[in-house]
């Protein structure tokens, strides 16, 4: 017996849709744009299939920058819990938190962590003074 939730999966939009990602130029001859985002795109399927014997309504969202739309998808959608794979959007990694942030300001629950534990990781400078600050032994670095 199915659950009766919606659920959105949101993930990264595909890197291939841009031109110009993490510094990386778009090659549209090249046959695997990105082996990371063929892997995720398989996992992706996998998860959607696992979710879908378990829950009524399962639905795929990519995330790019374009807010509004997210929005509006997520609020036409208005599902019961977000699983949240957004790791950048459009091949920036601080917009990760802002995403998690939408979420929140949309009240709808989500996996992973909160918006300012996400920012706090992307900056490791910062992150290593908070675990010295609560006694968490960490290797030392070089800015």
Do not use: W
């Not at 291939?16 to 996992?43: P, R, T």
């Not at 790019?64 to 699983?83: E, G, M, Q, V």
């Not at 794979?85 to 939408?102: D, L, P, Q, T």
């Amino acid at each position: 017996m199915k659950i009766n939730a919606k659920i959105v999966v949101c993930y990264n939009s595909p890197v291939s849709v841009y031109s110009l990602y993490s510094g990386k130029e778009y090659d549209s001859a090249a046959v695997v744009q990105d082996l990371s985002e063929n892997s995720f795109a398989h996992e992706i399927d996998v998860i959607i299939s696992s979710l879908k014997n378990y829950f009524t309504e399962v639905e795929l969202l990519p995330i790019d920058r374009n807010i509004n739309s997210t929005f509006l998808k997520l609020t036409k959608i208005a599902p019961d819990i977000i699983f949240n794979f957004v790791e950048s959007v459009e091949g920036i990694a601080s917009f990760e938190s802002y995403n998690a942030g939408v979420y929140e300001l949309m009240d709808i629950p989500y996996t992973g962590n909160k918006p300012q534990t996400l920012a706090n990781c992307l900056n490791k400078a910062f992150t290593k003074h908070i675990l010295k600050a609560f006694n968490i032994k960490t290797p030392s670095y070089i800015i």
